[in-house]
């Protein structure tokens, strides 16, 4: 088992930046790659971004690269989400999520997740 906690979101007018943390413990050797997720109300669980385990490879969304970066510290079991120039279309809760394959981009290639993180971003 993989526990899950992300915090870091609130309250941002449009071209600000948040960071997002996300917390593992448990079984941390199983999450190999680390992945951010969001949900808008009334949408599906879309991909963000994903890290690997060396922090040698990411990927993100088309509608986010260039202004996120994910992140890891392994030494404090930590993945982080930089966010910046943010837009209103960002405003979701954010789930981080543990997966052992790179890469997945479907929310069912994930084993663990958080209970999210509320962002919005107003205009």
């Known amino acids: 088992q993989v526990q899950l906690v992300e915090s870091g979101g609130g309250l941002v007018q449009a071209g600000g930046s948040l960071r997002l943390s996300c917390a593992a413990s448990?079984?941390?050797?199983?999450?190999?790659?680390m992945g951010w997720f969001r949900q808008a109300p009334g949408k599906e669980r879309t991909f963000v971004a994903a890290?690997?385990?060396?922090?040698?490879?990411?990927y993100y969304a088309d509608s986010v690269k260039g202004r996120f970066t994910i992140s890891r510290d392994n030494a404090k079991n930590t993945v982080y989400l930089q966010m910046n120039s943010l837009k209103p279309e960002d405003t979701a809760v954010y789930y981080c999520?543990?997966?052992?394959?790179?890469?997945?981009?479907?929310?069912?290639?994930?084993?663990?997740w958080g209970q999210g993180t509320q962002v919005t971003v107003s205009s």
């Open positions: 448990g079984r941390t050797s199983s999450s190999y790659v």
């Open positions: 890290i690997n385990w060396s922090g040698g490879n990411t």
């Open positions: 999520a543990t997966s052992r394959f790179w890469i997945r981009l479907a929310p069912g290639g994930y084993d663990y």
